[in-house]
T-cell receptor, first 115, second 113 residues
Framework: DTEVTQTPKHLVMGMTNKKSLKCEQHMGHRAMYWYKQKAKKPPELMFVYSYEKLSINESVPSRFSPECPNSSLLNLHLHALQPEDSALYLC??????????????FGPGTRLTVT | AQRVTQPEKLLSVFKGAPVELKCNYSYSGSPELFWYVQYSRQRLQLLLRHISRESIKGFTADLNKGETSFHLKKPFAQEEDSAMYYCALSDGLNTGTASKLTFGTGTRLQVTL
């Protein structure tokens, strides 16, 4: 299995809601990533997990809370989001976060709309 | 800080014409350079990386450290090459923190008949 899967595909939530995005990979990768992609813009790194530990947080607001329960799963918990947080959220994985030469495999994304 | 510049938002070429998508980078260390592609309604995927020095779907890219460039080239464009192309840079081997992948703003390639 060489795919990264993400659920849900689409999510609409109010500013007071709590929701979670899920990401899964079964390639044995030990690095997992969350990116945010606004329309017509490149992906922007949010978080990097290496061996299930948070390695990089790109100064993301605390209303986004990542979690890596095991080496195959990555969650992004959302709470009290703002309309400007509406975007495509991409998950990716790679063999090792400390070797930049490794390819990152991307999921299809979750399109989030905050109302 | 690492930075990737793609000067063209849109590149429109005729089928069979040569293609060159420009990419320049800024990085003080030894970078890893990639081209990622996103076809319509498909996920972002790797096209090629400089370390492999291979040709994928007829595309090649050469890392020019003197000019800090990694331009993507194809001698004869095909309709199925129409897509969004992102140049990306990663720092190399890090024993401390994890590597970061930084994307350029992307170039949309449109191949017309």
């Amino acid at each position: 299995d060489t795919e990264v899967t993400q659920t849900p595909k689409h999510l609409v939530m109010g500013m007071t809601n709590k929701k979670s995005l899920k990401c899964e990979q079964h390639m044995g990768h030990r690095a997992m990533y969350w990116y945010k992609q606004k329309a017509k813009k490149p992906p922007e790194l949010m978080f990097v997990y290496s061996y299930e530990k948070l390695s990089i947080n790109e100064s993301v607001p605390s209303r986004f809370s990542p979690e890596c329960p095991n080496s195959s799963l990555l969650n992004l918990h959302l709470h009290a989001l703002q309309p400007e947080d509406s975007a495509l959220y991409l998950c990716a994985s790679s063999q090792d976060a400390h070797r930049g030469a490794y390819e990152q495999y991307f999921g299809p994304g979750t399109r989030l709309t905050v109302t | 800080a690492q930075r990737v510049t793609q000067p063209e938002k849109l590149l429109s070429v005729f089928k069979g014409a040569p293609v060159e998508l420009k990419c320049n980078y800024s990085y003080s260390g030894s970078p890893e350079l990639f081209w990622y592609v996103q076809y319509s309604r498909q996920r972002l995927q790797l096209l090629l990386r400089h370390i492999s020095r291979e040709s994928i779907k007829g595309f090649t890219a050469d890392l020019n450290k003197g000019e800090t460039s990694f331009h993507l080239k194809k001698p004869f464009a095909q309709e199925e090459d129409s897509a969004m192309y992102y140049c990306a840079l990663s720092d190399g081997l890090n024993t401390g923190t994890a590597s970061k992948l930084t994307f350029g703003t992307g170039t949309r390639l449109q191949v017309t008949l």
